[in-house]
């Protein structure tokens, strides 16, 4: 018992020291060496060494080029005008009555369309901010208006999301992004039904009590430019470009290699050679390849706004996914050293006990998620411990990979936005407003999307629709 409260009391600490504002790139192996230090002092070390840094090296390598990608097709999204002019054409269709619909929408179309989600969180900001404050709704609703448009629904639910969290899964199942198309859908209808009904409920309740959006807050963003929109047809097109390279991409590659190929990497006798497994990287060559037709399309079509703003433009962005990007792996390897240690193997016992594998996979998913405060740090480190496991599994109930697929990438978005998440430090970050102001509407946003998981495996089993 006492292995699984230091266990505890470390997580505890992390999601402290979150709440404070400190940096997880700092304190996650803070905290993750604490707990090696009260099991076994002598394994401190290369516990940092082997374990932790192996995995946040691991991850890294793996999808960096995807966040990097994302975060500069989003950048050059924004400053090309193409954003706003996608945020006013919604708001036409939507109307001043459906502020909170129309940054969902919003956030959903700029997620779906390969934005990087912390790149949303700047990007939509300014313009949620411009539609509450013209609107009078309390500003503390913003923040949980953006992550249902960008950390929900479109992040891993719908099918074909270029998102990491529907990408993790295809090295282990073998599927592409558009597993299980339909199950995605209703999980995805269901997580925005839910998280609309709520924030609107919210809103109305908090006005009608006489609170608008306020005075004095920090980090309000500038007003909108008087310049020229440019067509909203043409906004759009990039983020097209980016959905269905993603689907030819992935075609195109499994047909030209083969499915199932290993790949030797050799290019001189005396070179030690490297084999690729195919299957396992085609969908994350894929996305990577449609981020860059994305990155070539926002370029040629927005190149006479972008040109001044293009150097300091892409250094925002890369210097913005290294942090995204250090901030998750660094979560990674938190969990990985949290996962080897005694306290953990009481959790894993008590799961494996369950002896039905989407149920066992969504608790899985769920718990490391919310350990590690990562939806793609969760996923990484319970299919690389657990996922032959769940193959296994998954064979012995005749269970097809892609309803496992969407399962877990659904499971990894539930409690991951604990309060240590980056994600939602950087939201709140760049809202300006605290954990103790927006977080509780966060965390309902949390509750619908936890259940969302059980409730596609609900569906499954009662029709089993795929």
């Known amino acids: 018992m006492s292995s699984l409260l230091i266990c505890l009391a470390s997580l505890g600490f992390l999601m402290f020291v979150a709440y404070r504002g400190f940096s997880v790139i700092l304190f996650a192996p ?175 309740s908090l006005m009608a009590k006489g609170e608008g959006y ?47 190929s290993q790949v030797l990497v050799s290019f001189r006798p005396d070179f030690a050679a490297v084999t690729q497994d195919v299957t396992k990287m085609a969908a994350v060559w894929a996305v990577e390849g449609a981020l860059a037709l994305g990155i070539l399309a926002t370029l040629a079509l927005g190149w006479g706004r972008i040109r001044g703003k293009f150097t300091n433009s892409t250094q925002i962005a890369v210097t913005g996914s290294l942090l995204a990007g250090m901030n998750t792996a660094s979560e990674y390897g938190f969990g990985a050293v949290i996962a080897a240690l005694p306290g953990f193997k009481l959790v894993a016992d008590t799961l494996s006990n369950i002896e039905n594998p989407l149920i066992n996979l969504a608790v899985s998913v769920n718990v490391l998620a919310g350990i590690t405060g990562s939806s793609s740090g969760g996923l990484s480190l319970t299919l690389g411990a657990l996922g032959d496991h769940f193959i296994a599994l998954a064979q012995q109930h005749a269970i097809p990979a892609e309803v496992m697929h969407r399962v877990a990438s659904i499971a990894a ?54």
């Open 214 to 260: 306020g005075t004095g807050h920090y980090n309000e963003p500038e007003p909108p430019t008087d310049e020229a929109m440019i067509s909203p047809w043409i906004a759009i097109l990039p983020l097209v470009i980016v959905g269905v390279g993603n689907k030819l991409l992935l075609d195109l590659i499994l047909s030209y290699y083969g499915a199932g």
């Open 413 to 466: 978005g539930g409690m991951d936005t604990l309060p240590h998440n980056g994600a939602i430090i950087t939201l709140l970050a760049v809202t300006g407003l605290t954990h103790r102001q927006a977080y509780g509407d966060i965390f309902i946003l949390t509750i619908f999307k936890t259940m969302a998981a059980f409730v596609v495996i609900t569906v499954f089993y009662l029709t089993g629709l795929i």
């Open 30 to 204: 803070i905290a993750a060496l604490a707990a090696v230090l009260l099991t076994e002092p002598s394994m401190v070390a290369p516990a940092y060494s082997g374990l932790f840094m192996d995995k946040m090296v691991g991850l890294l390598k793996l999808y960096f080029p995807v966040f990097m990608l994302g975060a500069v097709f989003g950048k050059l999204i924004e400053v090309s005008g193409f954003a706003r002019s996608i945020v006013n054409a919604i708001s036409k269709v939507f109307g001043s009555s459906y502020s909170i619909s129309c940054i969902v929408c919003v956030g959903g179309v700029l997620t779906y369309g390969g934005v990087s989600l912390f790149v949303v969180v700047f990007a939509l900001y300014p313009f949620a901010a411009e539609l509450f404050r013209r609107n009078n709704i309390p500003k503390r609703l913003i923040p949980a208006t953006i992550a249902l448009g960008a950390f929900t629904f479109t992040m891993d639910s719908l099918p074909g999301t270029p998102q990491i969290q529907n990408i993790i899964p295809t090295a282990f199942f073998g599927t592409d992004a558009y597993a299980a198309p339909w199950l995605g859908i209703i999980g995805a209808i269901f997580i925005a039904g839910c998280g609309i009904t709520y924030l609107e409920m919210r809103r109305r």
